[in-house]
């Protein structure tokens, strides 16, 4: 069963989707079988791994609101073991059409249920907001990993981000948890970056990544060749960065697995 990860914060420009794309990349280096389900409508995911967003015939929109078989939107990417389902514009208006469904925030959990026997992990890029397609994504979820970006107002919003992660868990998904908050966007010359570094250490320490992804210039580059950064330039400090996140993740995956392979099982 796969693992369902995803990537989430309602700021744009905090490395959410770079982090997406990279962190499905890294894991598919490692030889693991990967998804990468792109729910938001910009489609930087989709382009960021060399698909056209504007010429795909099926996306994650055709499954959720046309009820499209989930197998049939996957597309193969240039990476080994990495496949993607697509997003496209027509996903703006998803969120107002998933009202009128009675299972609106579970859609995209039925339709991962089906893939999870595919893959090791699935990867969700969420929209930078935490509307109806985030909640699908929180409900479909083992966990989420929040990039926090090193500059100034880098915690305004986290207090609403995990009130709405504790409320998902409270009413649609016990088992959701945080796989870890990663610092985005460091560079260890400015007084800034390791001042939020600190602060961010202080509050939230125990779920804090050990793995930091430094402002690189090659991790900017990238998406406009449609490459993540270990195959555009895969001795930046970018690319170290997002292999070194890749380990810690599996690490997660395989404590998880440890832990519930030791607790009881009911009779």
Do not use: W
């Not at 992990?121 to 699908?136: A, K, R, Y």
């Not at 929180?138 to 970006?149: E, G, K």
């Not at 400015?190 to 990544?209: A, P």
């Amino acid at each position: 069963m796969a693992k369902i990860i995803s990537v989430v914060n309602q700021k744009g420009g905090v490395g959410k989707t770079t982090t997406a794309i990279n962190l499905s990349a890294s894991l598919a280096i490692a030889n693991l079988r990967v998804l990468l389900v792109d729910c938001d409508p910009q489609a930087n995911s989709t382009s960021g791994l060399g698909i056209d967003k504007n010429s795909i015939q099926c996306s994650i929109y055709d499954s959720l609101i046309r009820q499209m078989p989930p197998e049939d939107v996957i597309c193969k990417t240039a990476v080994d073991n990495l496949d993607v389902i697509p997003s496209c514009p027509d996903l703006y208006g998803a969120e107002v059409e998933l009202v009128s469904f009675t299972s609106r925030n579970t859609q995209l959990k039925e339709k991962l249920a089906l893939l999870s026997g595919s893959y090791d992990f699935i990867i969700i890029d969420c929209p930078p907001s935490l509307g109806l397609l985030t909640i699908n994504s929180l409900a479909a979820s083992d966990s989420i990993i929040i990039p926090l970006q090193c500059e100034y107002y880098a915690l305004e919003g986290m207090a609403q981000l995990l009130t709405t992660v504790k409320s998902i868990k409270a009413s649609i998904n016990c088992s959701l948890t945080i796989e870890g908050i990663l610092l985005t966007m460091f560079d260890s010359r400015t007084v800034l970056s390791n001042q939020i570094f600190l602060e961010v250490k202080k509050y939230f320490q125990e779920h804090l990544f050990d793995t930091i992804i430094p402002r690189n210039i090659r991790l900017g580059e990238a998406p406009s060749h449609g490459k993540p950064i270990a195959f555009y330039a895969n001795n930046s400090k970018g690319a170290h960065a997002y292999l070194d996140l890749a380990k810690e993740v599996i690490q997660n995956a395989k404590k998880s697995f440890r832990e519930r392979s030791r607790s009881p099982h009911p009779a």
